[in-house]
């Protein structure tokens, strides 16, 4: 593993900076003047509250969209503001003792990406691949231009632009379709980065496929776990946590080699409080979260339990990335057990690497053992309309769980119907 020693204790909170702010889709566009990428320091108080030790931020570059169609990697997008409001976040974040996650861009560019622009009128071709019709796009999209990852000049300049990032500041970089990326191209880059910056963090964005065989070709430190993500919610809402137990069984494979990136919602997918079916298991997606290994990022107002669906469409992606304006006010009962159980990934910073072990497996009701460095929890989750009997496998006392509080020191238990216990031993 190549984990920089702070990852350990990561826990992210990610926001789409474009939509939090309203500045994308916005009719007319704000300009620079309007500095909305300042808003964001307005929450950053908020991100401490929630037990967060970091800010992963989506695209801030120049861009004529949605931010991943980049026309300018040393440019802050204008529609957020200038280079000295990232400064300002910067320092505010790292006042707070935040850490800053980057959103790059570099399998594919915008139709105003310059050197783009010049090729189609004729000039150098080489930055970018080329299709029996014209040039490469990112799967079938007409406006993202694919480069040419065999170029040098391509490894050179992306090089650049992350060192030129992390010189400002930022401590990592989430690498946007990763997947879609040759693997030899980070290998090339990644190395390169790390002589200048040895204590930054990189996780590809990677969907499917051998995760350990990426991790390692690519170099990549760590990589997300939609798996596990989709084992999650689909485990919750067919009643099958067999399907569940199969899913940190490989998870487990993975944390041999490295600690995968693991949370239950993002910018690109469902809410999880829209996906599941049942509003009473997102306390158990939380907790499996965060008693499992992992590096977790909550997706800012799954911590309020925000509803919104992903559509397959143009535009389909607002709805799950909108503006934050006040923050809402009042008891929310979501909110708490994401301060519980964050507080208690922090304290407990060994999870960062557990292995999880299955001690009993039901459509229904898991209970699981997760172990490291001689630590251990274990957890019950029952998703049954009927209480589950737990025979607990040494006694130990219950740190959190929902229903009737059960008594502090037990043996054994009774979860409550879709209710979920933590037992730490004794």
Same mark, same amino acid.
């Given at each position: ?70 026309t300018d990697h040393y440019r802050i997008d204008p529609r957020l503001g200038v280079e000295d409001d990232f400064d300002r976040l910067v320092e505010e974040c790292h006042r707070r003792g935040l850490r800053i996650l980057l959103d790059g861009v570099f399998n594919h560019v915008g139709t105003d990406f310059p050197r783009y622009r010049a ?48 010189d400002r500041g930022a401590d990592g970089w989430r690498l946007d379709a990763a997947y879609a990326v040759p693997e030899r191209f980070w290998a090339s880059v990644l190395p390169a980065v790390r002589e200048r910056h040895p204590q930054a963090w990189f996780v590809g964005e990677v969907i499917h496929g051998d995760y350990p065989a990426q ?68 306390? @158990?997606? =939380?907790?499996?979260? +965060?008693?499992? &290994?992992?590096? %977790?990022?909550?997706? $800012?107002?799954?911590?309020? /339990? ?68 001689? @630590?251990? =929890?274990?957890?019950? +989750?029952?998703? &049954?309309?009927? %209480?589950?009997?737990? $025979?607990?496998?040494?006694? /130990? ?30």
């Amino acid at each position: 593993m190549t984990d920089p020693d702070w990852v350990t204790h990561a826990i992210w909170w990610q926001i789409y900076p474009l939509g939090f702010v309203g500045a994308f889709p916005a009719d007319p566009p704000p300009p620079p003047d309007e500095h909305r990428l300042l808003r964001i320091v307005e929450w950053l108080d908020h991100a401490v509250e929630l037990g967060c030790s970091g800010i992963a931020l989506g695209p801030v570059f120049a861009s004529r969209t949605h931010g991943y169609d980049t026309t300018d990697h040393y440019r802050i997008d204008p529609r957020l503001g200038v280079e000295d409001d990232f400064d300002r976040l910067v320092e505010e974040c790292h006042r707070r003792g935040l850490r800053i996650l980057l959103d790059g861009v570099f399998n594919h560019v915008g139709t105003d990406f310059p050197r783009y622009r010049a090729a189609l009128d004729g000039g150098d071709t080489a930055w970018f691949r080329r299709a029996r019709d014209g040039f490469a796009t990112f799967e079938g999209h007409g406006e993202l231009i694919a480069l040419n990852h065999g170029n040098p000049d391509v490894v050179d300049y992306t090089v650049e632009v992350m060192a030129h990032w992390l010189d400002r500041g930022a401590d990592g970089w989430r690498l946007d379709a990763a997947y879609a990326v040759p693997e030899r191209f980070w290998a090339s880059v990644l190395p390169a980065v790390r002589e200048r910056h040895p204590q930054a963090w990189f996780v590809g964005e990677v969907i499917h496929g051998d995760y350990p065989a990426q991790v390692r070709s690519a170099g990549f430190d760590s990589v997300t776990q939609y798996e596990l993500w989709k084992a999650i919610w689909s485990s919750l809402n067919d009643g099958n946590f067999h399907e569940l137990d199969w899913a940190l069984q490989r998870h487990n494979d993975f944390l041999d080699t490295f600690v995968p990136l693991t949370f239950v919602g993002n910018h690109d997918v469902t809410r999880i409080a829209s996906r599941l079916d049942d509003s009473r298991h997102l306390e @158990h997606a =939380l907790v499996l979260l +965060l008693t499992t &290994g992992g590096t %977790p990022s909550i997706y $800012a107002g799954d911590e309020w /339990g925000w509803r919104a669906v992903k559509e397959e469409r143009v535009g389909g992606d607002d709805a799950v990335r909108p503006e934050f304006d006040q923050r809402p006010t009042g008891d929310n009962d979501i909110l708490q057990l994401h301060q519980y159980l964050i507080g208690l990934r922090r304290r407990q910073s060994w999870l960062h690497t557990a292995h999880t072990e299955a001690v009993e497996v039901s459509n229904t009701g898991y209970v699981y053992r997760t172990v490291a460095d001689g @630590h251990e =929890l274990t957890v019950a +989750l029952n998703i &049954g309309d009927d %209480p589950l009997p737990v $025979a607990l496998p040494r006694p /130990g006392r219950i740190t959190a769980g929902s229903g009737a509080p059960p008594p502090e020191h037990v043996a054994d238990l009774v979860v409550p119907p879709h209710g979920w216990v933590i037992v730490e031993p004794q």
